[in-house]
């Protein structure tokens, strides 16, 4: 009944592909009649089933191109326009689009699932794919295809014309390369590097031994080839670099080997001039070595994740890396970061529970290694990483890092508390609790204490008092004890000043603790401890009572709000959901379901609890008061949810029917095991997302240029004009001198007239006028009528029809400058001339 | 991109006494000064006018000292027996003493003969003290009596003997010249005012007094007496106000600084305690000998103390003045201008501020650190002037070398001299509850890396011998500590009522004491 109402919504952006096939271009466009500096202006990126497309140089998400049913794998520019790029998709399709407006011009369909697409200038028509053969999933089987595209006007064509290139190839994407325009293409797998000649028709093989004398690894990782020269470069699993050459005849190759990686190659990219190779690895190093100069290089260190791809614009003034974090960093070709574009960081796990940062609202969870990231789902943005362990990070394999284990926000925002961990799977854990108060000055936070060793073993869980007035702390540990810490608590240093101490410690038979939890008024604090939850008063910590319900260790824990604040829910091991009244002390409901997650919504009574039974995870809203559930969602998602949280709206939504209803006040958010982040929202909200993504218009479509920039400012003028006489109006008013600027700037510059001729047009265009509409479409009307006139005059000479066109446009001028009447005149005339000619036709 | 995060030496407190201001001002005293007397110093006193001379009384004679010099500037002689008790007048002109015999001296400070004798008492006068008028002295003695002496006439003007045993402490009140308080052996503290000529006020210490003090707002009165000292209220007619236990010997002496009246005490403990405001030990001066007198100058620009060895020790604070004349001789570089020139511009308010690209400055380790040479990063940490006085970077170069799992190739392939450093380091700070869990690591990985050519090296050789010695006698130790704490445990658990709670509030008590142990 209620999945028509509400639905599953993913928040995740730059989702990177489990096959590493994150591809992504940086595109130069720009207009070529004013010969303006070559502006990168675009990168578009595979994600999900989408391609997105971002501006370089407001690091903006700009529009997505939608239509794939699956994930996108590859994509490519169309080397016959470079407005418009190929994208291929598991789901066994290659679309054409046109980036900028974001529209689907073709659909191939090919029938296979594809993983990767290449494309060369010399082979015009031809698409180079990655097909999976293979019929059972466990031998995979690539081939490398080519795929000659059928030229029809339909939208969808079947392609079927195929031509296997090579049957065995390795699933990276990486490892496949197209040398010197197309000539030959270069492709490894495992241990073989294979050259095939197009020319020649002929595949060239050379195999490197497994391992050499020092035991290093020879597999091949990736391969890119020198755009003008005969070489091709390799990356390979020990971090060594070979540069082939000579290997068109097979016997007499060639090849020089350079090594700075102490890791795997993952990507290499050859600059457009061919002058630098640029590389990266784990170590998050972007190297950028010298062509011919053997070991010259430079270094842009701790760039964030392993570097995963590079690429560089057409014209070399921009290089792009993607990271394993959820990033892409645009540098310049000086070497110089000047853009990043930062998803929601997704570290290898996420240890922190979902929190809310109640200051600014932001999703706070683990981010980059050893930083807590704050993410605004409201603008759906990366805000900021806090520095927690203020290390610094050593990017090798395997190597045991310190990461953030847990982390709790007070009730105001003013205090984060967090735990770092080191040496989880060894023997000597190493763990910091730290302090940070919310510096009002800076708007970040401030490290205020470090306590060493605030337990003997490793901390479970923590959890901040309710209450306004006193921030207390409670750790639980594993060695059997619970703490409090307070603020300013040591009387023996004399300066006042606001260190944090531990006020209290205690245990209960030595059992392990397993959950905390504070009261809403915060009188109250719950631990419980194996089987027993005991209760606390906090002001002179006595233990009030202790409840039980046996058998099954306590998991989670929480207190009822508002009017449900006597009650205390609890989950156990067990299957069992444990419903107590803390007037009566006695146990008030129970239920038998398996609870994975128990999440409180702080600004209403009702608690959401996780289910995972048999394969899939249910979702039950309810209050403690009732055992009823008032909103039941099976089958949410596959995987264990362990963490969720409610999010606060900006405001309240009226929603009057029962089922989502529990929505208005907040909205649940969920990690799955999968680490994707997902919600639900209402079906009015739905709407409302969608008319707004509608709106985006992208406006900059033409290249910044001193002239644009003239012109910009007249336009700015006059949207502000229009935007102050139509407030309601969705959309600005098209400009109506900006047709003939978009006319003057788009037209190829051979087949415009004279300057001189068209300042008066231009000029005209700037001034505003009461008829300009009117003129507009007389205007189009004359061109129609102009290409009539062509198809009437083809007979003439070839060389005529320039001057014609010219003359044509010194009319328009001339017409445009003369009355309406006149030139209304003049259609008649023209009119009745073209009757004419068909009167003189039909006679005959 | 983010620059490079220099290694973090943490900062863990020490254990033992809080560094606060208090200790720091009496932390700034010079080391003392001794000068040898000729038998136990009973008595010293400054003298009000600067240059603040003072008068020690010592066996059978007195001397002057001036604040700087090591000798005596004057010494009165004229004493048959024991000297005791010698003090300034409020000008600082004469100077009184009793003596062993029963006779009072009253000597001018320019002259070596008394000017007047007053004879009366028949034992030994311990105490002798001028009132504020000037004009008269007053003198506690040994046969239970408290007279009263006109010094123009050298005549006994009263008597007065409520005291039950010998009288050993003597203060004069400064506002009022009738009044005086004795402290007695008789355990007794007692206010006389020569106008009625009676106590007016009798308070119980006790103990035998040993010395009794007046605030300078005479409103407080200090005794000290036992191993005790109290604080007498005198305007809530001689309330209790506390009694401080601090000293495991007999108090012998007490003063006041001049500066905020921090309460100053000396014990045959041979320690000198000095309390605050609200009469908490701040600070504490070790002496080599019990300590029967002690004063402090006016400014507390010195503090004497006198011992029952005859040894005066006298400590003179330290200025910062001192300190500057030091450092400038030393130095030698460009001066201050120098380094300041152009930077202490300020910005007019409509100039275009074009701020510099912020340098990150690096330790030389850190900079190694960070192109990872990791051997001579630990070479740097562990550089003379590092290890010795600042241990905590070099500990903290090795948890970073072990975080970036780079411990063991730093420490690998070295020859016996930098070997020789490591292991002296380890043997210094490894029983350092703070760094002993890296620096254990350090030795576990030594041990292995070098194991088989130990035996080339007589000097490793026998460091490693001396570091086994030490490790196992700090095992004992541990391992004693941990009896302790089994016992400790056993008796707080009997002392506590049964009761749930009760047990749990004993745990904190144990991890102090294991912290301790630690």
């Given at each position: 009944m209620?999945?028509?109402v509400?639905?599953?919504?993913?928040?995740?952006?730059l989702?990177?592909?489990?096959?590493?096939?994150?591809?992504?271009?940086?595109?130069?466009?720009?207009?070529?009649?004013?010969?303006?500096?070559?502006?990168?202006?675009?990168?578009?990126?595979?994600?999900?089933?989408l391609?997105?497309?971002?501006?370089?140089?407001?690091?903006?998400?700009?529009?997505?191109l939608?239509?794939?049913?699956?994930?996108v794998?590859?994509?490519a520019?169309?080397?016959?326009?470079?407005?418009?790029v190929?994208?291929c998709?598991?789901?066994?399709?290659?679309?054409?689009?046109?980036?900028?407006?974001g529209i689907?011009?073709?659909?191939?369909?090919?029938g296979?699932?594809l993983?990767?697409?290449?494309?060369?200038?010399?082979?015009?028509?031809v698409?180079?794919?990655?097909?999976?053969?293979?019929?059972?999933?466990?031998?995979?089987?690539?081939?490398?295809v080519?795929?000659?595209?059928?030229?029809?006007?339909?939208?969808?064509?079947?392609?079927?014309e195929?031509?296997?290139?090579?049957?065995?190839?390795?699933?990276n994407?990486?490892?496949?390369?197209?040398g010197?325009?197309?000539?030959y293409?270069?492709?490894a797998?495992?241990?073989?590097?294979?050259?095939?000649?197009?020319?020649?028709?002929?595949?060239?093989?050379?195999?490197?031994?497994?391992?050499d004398?020092?035991?290093a690894?020879?597999?091949?990782?990736?391969?890119?080839?020198?755009?003008?020269?005969?070489c091709?470069?390799?990356?390979?699993?020990?971090?060594k670099?070979r540069?082939?050459r000579?290997?068109?005849?097979?016997?007499?190759?060639?090849?020089?080997?350079?090594?700075w990686?102490?890791?795997?190659?993952?990507?290499?990219?050859?600059?457009p001039?061919?002058t630098?190779?640029?590389?990266g690895?784990i170590?998050?190093?972007?190297?950028?070595?010298?062509?011919g100069?053997?070991?010259?290089?430079?270094f842009?260190?701790?760039?964030?994740?392993?570097?995963?791809?590079?690429?560089?614009?057409?014209?070399?003034?921009?290089?792009c890396?993607?990271?394993?974090?959820?990033?892409i960093t645009?540098?310049?070709?000086?070497?110089k970061?000047?853009?990043?574009?930062?998803?929601?960081?997704k570290?290898?796990?996420?240890?922190?529970?979902?929190?809310i940062d109640?200051?600014?609202k932001?999703?706070?969870l683990?981010?980059?290694?050893?930083?807590?990231?704050f993410?605004?789902?409201?603008r759906?943005?990366?805000?900021?990483n806090?520095?927690?362990?203020?290390?610094?990070?050593?990017?090798?394999?395997?190597?045991d890092?310190?990461?953030?284990?847990k982390?709790?926000?007070?009730?105001?925002?003013?205090?984060?508390?967090?735990v770092?961990?080191?040496?989880?799977?060894?023997?000597?854990?190493?763990?910091?609790?730290?302090l940070?108060?919310?510096?009002e000055?800076?708007?970040?936070?401030?490290?205020?204490?470090?306590?060493?060793?605030?337990?003997?073993?490793?901390?479970?869980?923590?959890?901040?008092?309710?209450?306004?007035?006193?921030?207390?702390l409670?750790?639980?540990a594993?060695?059997?004890?619970?703490?409090a810490?307070?603020?300013?608590?040591?009387?023996?240093?004399?300066?006042?000043q606001?260190?944090?101490s531990?006020?209290?410690?205690?245990?209960?038979?030595?059992?392990?603790?397993?959950?905390?939890?504070?009261?809403?008024?915060?009188?109250?604090?719950?631990?419980?401890?194996?089987?027993?939850?005991?209760?606390?008063?906090?002001?002179?910590?006595?233990?009030?009572?202790?409840?039980?319900?046996?058998?099954?260790?306590?998991?989670?824990?929480?207190?009822g709000?508002?009017s449900?604040?006597?009650?205390?829910?609890?989950?156990?091991?067990?299957?069992?959901l444990?419903?107590?009244?803390?007037?009566?002390?006695?146990?008030?409901?129970?239920?038998?379901?398996?609870?994975?997650?128990?999440?409180?919504?702080?600004?209403?009574?009702?608690v959401?609890?996780?289910?995972?039974?048999?394969?899939?995870?249910?979702l039950?809203?309810?209050?403690?008061?009732?055992p009823?559930?008032?909103?039941?969602?099976k089958?949410?998602?596959?995987?264990?949810?362990?963490?969720?949280?409610?999010v606060?709206?900006?405001?309240l939504?009226?929603?009057?029917?029962?089922?989502?209803?529990?929505?208005?006040?907040?909205?649940?958010?969920?990690?799955?095991?999968?680490?994707?982040?997902?919600?639900?929202s209402?079906?009015?909200?739905?709407?409302?997302?969608?008319?707004s993504?509608?709106?985006?218009?992208?406006?900059?479509?033409?290249a910044?240029?001193?002239?644009?920039?003239?012109l910009?400012?007249?336009?700015?003028?006059?949207?502000?004009?229009?935007?102050?006489s139509?407030?309601?109006a969705?959309?600005?008013?098209?400009?109506?001198?900006?047709?003939?600027?978009?006319?003057?700037?788009?037209?190829?510059?051979?087949?415009?007239?004279?300057?001189?001729v068209?300042?008066?047009?231009?000029?005209?265009?700037?001034?505003?006028?009461?008829?300009?509409?009117?003129?507009?479409c007389?205007?189009?009307?004359?061109d129609?009528?102009?290409?009539?006139?062509?198809?009437?005059?083809?007979?003439?000479a070839?060389d005529s029809?320039?001057?014609?066109?010219?003359?044509g446009?010194?009319?328009?001028v001339?017409?445009?400058l003369?009355?309406?009447?006149?030139?209304?005149?003049?259609?008649?005339r023209?009119?009745d001339?073209?009757?004419?000619?068909?009167?003189?036709?039909s006679?005959? | 991109?983010?620059?490079?995060?220099?290694?973090?030496?943490?900062?863990?407190?020490k254990?033992?006494?809080?560094?606060?201001e208090?200790?720091?001002?009496?932390k700034?005293?010079?080391?003392?000064?001794?000068?040898?007397?000729?038998?136990?110093?009973?008595?010293?006193?400054?003298?009000?006018?600067?240059?603040?001379?003072?008068?020690?009384?010592a066996?059978?004679?007195?001397h002057?000292?001036?604040?700087?010099?090591?000798?005596?500037?004057?010494?009165?002689?004229?004493?048959r027996?024991?000297?005791?008790g010698?003090?300034f007048?409020?000008?600082?002109k004469?100077?009184?003493?009793?003596?062993e015999?029963?006779?009072?001296r009253?000597?001018?400070?320019?002259?070596?003969?008394?000017l007047?004798?007053?004879?009366?008492?028949t034992?030994?006068?311990?105490m002798?003290?001028?009132?504020s008028?000037?004009?008269?002295?007053?003198?506690g003695?040994?046969?239970?009596s408290c007279?009263?002496?006109?010094?123009?006439?050298a005549?006994?003007?009263?008597?007065?003997?409520?005291?039950?045993?010998?009288?050993?402490?003597?203060a004069p009140?400064?506002?009022?010249?009738?009044?005086?308080?004795?402290?007695?052996?008789?355990?007794t503290v007692?206010?006389?005012?020569?106008r009625?000529?009676?106590?007016v006020?009798?308070?119980?210490h006790?103990?035998?007094?040993?010395?009794?003090?007046?605030y300078?707002?005479?409103?407080?009165?200090?005794?000290?007496?036992?191993?005790?000292?109290?604080?007498w209220?005198?305007?809530?007619?001689?309330?209790?106000?506390?009694?401080?236990?601090?000293?495991?010997k007999?108090?012998?002496?007490?003063?006041?600084?001049?500066?905020?009246?921090?309460?100053?005490?000396?014990?045959l403990?041979r320690?000198?305690?000095?309390?605050?405001?609200?009469y908490?030990?701040?600070?504490?001066?070790?002496?080599?000998?019990?300590?029967?007198?002690?004063?402090?100058?006016?400014?507390?620009?010195?503090?004497?103390?006198?011992?029952?060895?005859?040894?005066?020790s006298v400590?003179?604070?330290?200025?910062?003045?001192?300190?500057?004349?030091?450092?400038?001789?030393r130095?030698?570089g460009?001066?201050?201008?120098?380094?300041?020139?152009?930077?202490?511009?300020?910005?007019?308010?409509d100039?275009?501020?074009?701020?510099k690209?912020?340098?990150?400055?690096?330790?030389?380790?850190?900079?190694?650190?960070?192109?990872?040479?990791?051997s001579?990063?630990l070479?740097?940490?562990?550089?003379?002037?590092?290890?010795?006085s600042?241990?905590?970077?070099?500990?903290?170069v090795?948890?970073?070398l072990k975080?970036?799992?780079?411990?063991k190739?730093?420490?690998?392939g070295?020859?016996?001299?930098?070997?020789?450093k490591?292991?002296n380091f380890l043997?210094?700070?490894?029983?350092?509850?703070?760094?002993?869990?890296?620096?254990?690591?350090?030795?576990?990985?030594?041990?292995?890396?070098?194991?088989?050519?130990?035996?080339?090296?007589?000097?490793?050789?026998?460091?490693?011998?001396?570091?086994?010695?030490?490790?196992?006698?700090?095992?004992?130790?541990?391992?004693?500590?941990?009896q302790?704490?089994?016992?400790?445990?056993?008796l707080?658990?009997?002392?506590?009522p049964?009761?749930?709670?009760?047990?749990?509030?004993?745990?904190?008590?144990?991890?102090?004491?294991?912290?301790?142990?630690?």
């Amino acid at each position: 009944m209620a999945i028509t109402v509400v639905s599953v919504k993913k928040v995740l952006l730059l989702r990177t592909l489990p096959l590493k096939l994150n591809e992504e271009v940086v595109e130069e466009y720009g207009s070529h009649r004013f010969m303006l500096s070559h502006g990168c202006r675009f990168v578009l990126c595979a994600s999900g089933d989408l391609v997105k497309v971002y501006s370089t140089r407001t690091e903006e998400w700009l529009h997505s191109l939608q239509g794939h049913t699956n994930q996108v794998t590859g994509i490519a520019l169309n080397p016959a326009n470079h407005l418009q790029v190929y994208s291929c998709s598991a789901d066994g399709t290659v679309k054409l689009w046109d980036f900028i407006d974001g529209i689907l011009i073709k659909t191939f369909i090919i029938g296979y699932p594809l993983f990767a697409i290449y494309v060369s200038e010399k082979h015009e028509g031809v698409l180079f794919l990655h097909v999976s053969m293979a019929t059972d999933s466990k031998n995979e089987c690539f081939q490398l295809v080519a795929v000659h595209l059928p030229k029809s006007a339909e939208q969808e064509v079947e392609a079927k014309e195929m031509s296997v290139v090579s049957s065995h190839i390795s699933s990276n994407p990486s490892c496949t390369a197209f040398g010197r325009g197309g000539e030959y293409i270069a492709f490894a797998r495992r241990l073989q590097l294979n050259v095939y000649f197009f020319r020649k028709q002929k595949t060239c093989s050379f195999s490197l031994k497994a391992t050499d004398k020092k035991g290093a690894q020879n597999a091949f990782t990736c391969i890119t080839c020198h755009p003008t020269d005969d070489c091709i470069a390799t990356g390979h699993e020990d971090g060594k670099i070979r540069l082939w050459r000579n290997f068109i005849h097979k016997k007499e190759y060639t090849y020089s080997t350079q090594h700075w990686h102490h890791n795997a190659v993952n990507t290499l990219c050859f600059t457009p001039e061919g002058t630098h190779l640029l590389s990266g690895g784990i170590e998050s190093v972007l190297v950028q070595w010298q062509y011919g100069a053997g070991n010259r290089k430079e270094f842009l260190p701790r760039l964030g994740g392993s570097i995963l791809h590079i690429s560089a614009s057409s014209d070399g003034q921009l290089f792009c890396t993607s990271h394993s974090d959820n990033k892409i960093t645009v540098i310049e070709s000086s070497f110089k970061v000047c853009g990043v574009l930062q998803g929601l960081v997704k570290g290898d796990a996420v240890l922190t529970d979902l929190m809310i940062d109640p200051r600014s609202k932001a999703l706070v969870l683990n981010g980059k290694p050893g930083h807590l990231q704050f993410y605004s789902l409201l603008r759906d943005k990366h805000l900021y990483n806090l520095d927690i362990v203020q290390q610094e990070y050593i990017y090798e394999a395997g190597l045991d890092q310190f990461e953030v284990a847990k982390a709790a926000f007070d009730i105001k925002g003013s205090w984060l508390a967090t735990v770092e961990e080191r040496g989880q799977k060894s023997s000597d854990l190493e763990f910091f609790l730290k302090l940070w108060a919310f510096d009002e000055r800076t708007q970040s936070f401030v490290l205020n204490t470090t306590i060493t060793a605030a337990h003997t073993d490793r901390i479970i869980s923590m959890c901040f008092s309710s209450s306004e007035e006193t921030t207390m702390l409670v750790t639980i540990a594993e060695d059997g004890q619970f703490k409090a810490w307070c603020q300013g608590a040591d009387a023996d240093t004399q300066q006042n000043q606001n260190f944090w101490s531990c006020d209290f410690v205690g245990s209960y038979h030595n059992l392990k603790p397993t959950n905390c939890s504070f009261s809403a008024d915060s009188s109250l604090l719950a631990v419980s401890f194996q089987e027993v939850i005991t209760i606390w008063s906090p002001e002179t910590w006595e233990m009030l009572t202790t409840l039980c319900q046996p058998p099954g260790i306590i998991r989670d824990l929480c207190f009822g709000r508002l009017s449900c604040s006597k009650y205390l829910l609890g989950t156990t091991t067990r299957n069992l959901l444990c419903c107590w009244n803390l007037l009566t002390c006695a146990l008030e409901w129970s239920s038998s379901v398996e609870v994975s997650k128990l999440q409180p919504d702080p600004l209403s009574e009702n608690v959401a609890a996780f289910s995972y039974q048999s394969k899939h995870t249910d979702l039950f809203v309810f209050k403690p008061s009732e055992p009823r559930p008032l909103f039941t969602n099976k089958n949410v998602c596959s995987e264990k949810v362990h963490r969720a949280v409610f999010v606060p709206r900006e405001e309240l939504l009226n929603n009057c029917d029962e089922s989502s209803q529990w929505l208005n006040r907040s909205q649940l958010y969920f990690l799955t095991q999968n680490m994707d982040l997902l919600t639900f929202s209402t079906a009015t909200e739905e709407d409302r997302m969608l008319s707004s993504s509608k709106q985006l218009v992208i406006d900059d479509s033409v290249a910044v240029t001193p002239f644009y920039l003239l012109l910009g400012k007249h336009r700015q003028q006059q949207q502000k004009l229009n935007t102050q006489s139509h407030p309601a109006a969705d959309k600005p008013q098209q400009p109506q001198g900006s047709v003939t600027i978009k006319e003057l700037l788009h037209t190829p510059a051979h087949v415009l007239p004279a300057a001189s001729v068209l300042c008066s047009m231009f000029v005209n265009s700037l001034l505003i006028s009461n008829t300009g509409v009117q003129q507009d479409c007389l205007r189009e009307e004359m061109d129609s009528e102009k290409e009539e006139e062509d198809s009437e005059e083809e007979m003439e000479a070839c060389d005529s029809q320039q001057e014609l066109r010219v003359q044509g446009s010194v009319d328009e001028v001339m017409l445009k400058l003369s009355k309406a009447q006149e030139r209304e005149l003049k259609r008649v005339r023209k009119t009745d001339f073209s009757w004419m000619a068909d009167l003189i036709d039909s006679k005959p | 991109m983010a620059s490079f995060k220099p290694t973090k030496v943490p900062f863990l407190p020490k254990l033992g006494e809080k560094v606060t201001e208090e200790t720091l001002y009496w932390k700034n005293y010079k080391s003392p000064v001794q000068i040898k007397e000729f038998g136990a110093i009973t008595k010293i006193d400054f003298s009000p006018l600067p240059p603040h001379n003072y008068a020690v009384t010592a066996s059978t004679r007195i001397h002057i000292y001036g604040p700087h010099s090591q000798e005596p500037i004057r010494s009165f002689t004229r004493f048959r027996d024991t000297a005791y008790g010698g003090r300034f007048r409020g000008d600082g002109k004469l100077l009184v003493a009793g003596s062993e015999e029963g006779l009072i001296r009253l000597f001018d400070i320019s002259g070596r003969v008394a000017l007047r004798q007053f004879k009366g008492h028949t034992k030994a006068v311990h105490m002798t003290s001028f009132l504020s008028d000037g004009f008269r002295v007053v003198s506690g003695s040994d046969d239970l009596s408290c007279r009263v002496w006109d010094v123009p006439s050298a005549v006994e003007l009263s008597s007065l003997t409520e005291h039950t045993d010998y009288i050993r402490a003597l203060a004069p009140s400064k506002l009022n010249p009738d009044l005086f308080v004795t402290g007695s052996y008789d355990h007794t503290v007692k206010v006389f005012d020569m106008r009625s000529g009676s106590s007016v006020m009798t308070m119980q210490h006790g103990h035998p007094v040993e010395c009794v003090l007046l605030y300078p707002s005479e409103a407080l009165l200090v005794s000290t007496g036992g191993r005790y000292v109290k604080v007498w209220d005198l305007l809530k007619g001689g309330q209790e106000l506390v009694s401080l236990k601090n000293h495991h010997k007999t108090v012998t002496c007490a003063c006041l600084s001049s500066v905020g009246n921090k309460l100053l005490t000396g014990s045959l403990d041979r320690h000198v305690k000095v309390y605050n405001s609200s009469y908490k030990v701040v600070h504490n001066f070790d002496c080599d000998a019990s300590i029967l007198s002690m004063a402090i100058a006016p400014d507390d620009e010195a503090l004497a103390v006198g011992m029952t060895n005859g040894v005066l020790s006298v400590r003179h604070r330290r200025h910062k003045k001192d300190k500057e004349t030091l450092t400038s001789r030393r130095r030698r570089g460009p001066s201050y201008q120098v380094f300041v020139k152009g930077k202490n511009f300020v910005p007019r308010q409509d100039d275009f501020l074009v701020s510099k690209p912020v340098k990150q400055y690096l330790r030389k380790y850190d900079k190694q650190l960070k192109s990872f040479e990791v051997s001579k990063a630990l070479d740097t940490a562990l550089q003379t002037w590092t290890r010795t006085s600042k241990p905590d970077v070099t500990v903290a170069v090795i948890i970073e070398l072990k975080r970036r799992g780079t411990l063991k190739n730093a420490l690998a392939g070295r020859n016996e001299e930098s070997l020789t450093k490591i292991l002296n380091f380890l043997l210094k700070h490894i029983f350092d509850p703070r760094f002993s869990r890296p620096l254990l690591m350090v030795g576990d990985i030594v041990l292995d890396l070098y194991q088989q050519v130990f035996h080339q090296s007589p000097v490793v050789e026998r460091l490693l011998q001396r570091l086994m010695e030490v490790l196992g006698r700090e095992a004992e130790l541990q391992q004693e500590l941990l009896q302790v704490l089994g016992i400790l445990d056993t008796l707080f658990t009997s002392l506590t009522p049964r009761k749930e709670v009760a047990a749990l509030a004993a745990s904190p008590v144990a991890q102090e004491s294991q912290l301790q142990a630690a």
